[in-house]
């Protein structure tokens, strides 16, 4: 996880920032910067071989004033309880701001699951839910995947959870495997999410989308289905994607200058993300730098990966030719790099906004598990794209009447509505 600054920190700034421009009081003030609550937890785990592993865990719920808690679990290395404070804060302004009736949690183990053996993963992911199943729940905290955790493992956990409360109950968990009580169309949530805030920015800007290139950092699941969807639904080209290499220990770009056939690179791409570079190199792709898709030549960037990827030192490589960045990842671009993409006029689309897909179909899981009746993939998707242009369309709206930077934009609509709610609650 390369980053420039700390991720709660970072999101501490962008608050303080907007509380100044909406004039906040202090009292409020002190309720949003930091999480309401938060959970730290050691995991007992018996590995194949007998021994047992302790592991660190997190939960943080930042702010259930417009409903439970939502966001996911991380499973990373490099997890610390700063980087879940920041995801979760920024969950708190991504509920908001497609108005869902939803808080902002997040969660966090400290482990490369790439290590683990599938019996062992299963047998982590129901300690964390035993270690924390007293404080979540559907009308509490409701935990989803994210980097590192699968539709299989959120099995695992409604399973463990329902084990533990004595009935079925498959609303405490989202992103689960279809039938197994997950939705239609949460896999390709987050990715085609992106692309419809693209698709929205492409319109205000008159962009013809079927002439426009893009790069994107990453491979995993957000990342790979923004790419289908800038092909297949804008008609444009990929020109790259990024991936981290397990064996290499270190990351790589994968061109093509023609458009990079997303469908054949997720047949070459293992569960973890990582694509094998052979059969990419004899399909005729390029093996580049992991740092060559932030220079490419193109209309749109597209990061999402991990946080502080677009920082002080990589902003500097971006090519006159983009006019659009599209934030899969959550946090991807530090403050100092923010600045210059602002004076530099490129249209930003925040990441809270940008990949707010994959909570929106969790919520639509939710409320299909509650219903226990399920909806039809076209009619999740098409659900999806009207909460994300409405949404879009507000954040626009703000921008251009208060003459802000689209990410200001984007926590005013979110911090005003979260400040609502916490009136009209009677906690301010
Ligand atoms: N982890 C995803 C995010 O950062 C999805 C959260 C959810 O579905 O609750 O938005």
Redo the contacts with the bound molecule.
Sequence with gaps: MAMATNAFEMAQKQFDHVADLLGLEPQVREILRWPLREYHFRIPVRMDDGTIRVFQGYRVQHNDARGPN???I?FHPAETVDTVRA?AT??TW?CAVVDLPLGGG?GGVIVDPATLSTSEKERLVRGYVQAIWKNIGPRED?????VGTTPQMMGWMMDEYSKLAGQYTPGVI??KPVGGGGSLGRTEA?GFGVIYTVREAMKHLKMDSSQCLAAIQGFGNVAQYAAIGFVEMLKGKVVCVSYWDRDDRCSYTVSKADGIDPHFLMSITDQYGSIDKAKAKAAGYAIEDGDAWIAKDVDVLIPAALEGQINAETVNHISSRVRIIAEGA?GPTTPEADELIKQRGIFMIPDFLC??G??T??YFESVQNDMNFYWSKEEVLQRLDEKMSVAFAAVLEMAEHEKVYMRDAAYMVAINRVVKAMQLRGWI
């Design positions: 939502k966001g996911g991380r995801l920024w969950m991504k997040k409701v935990p989803a995947p994210d989202t992103g987050t959550n990949n707010a994959g909570v179909v969790s």
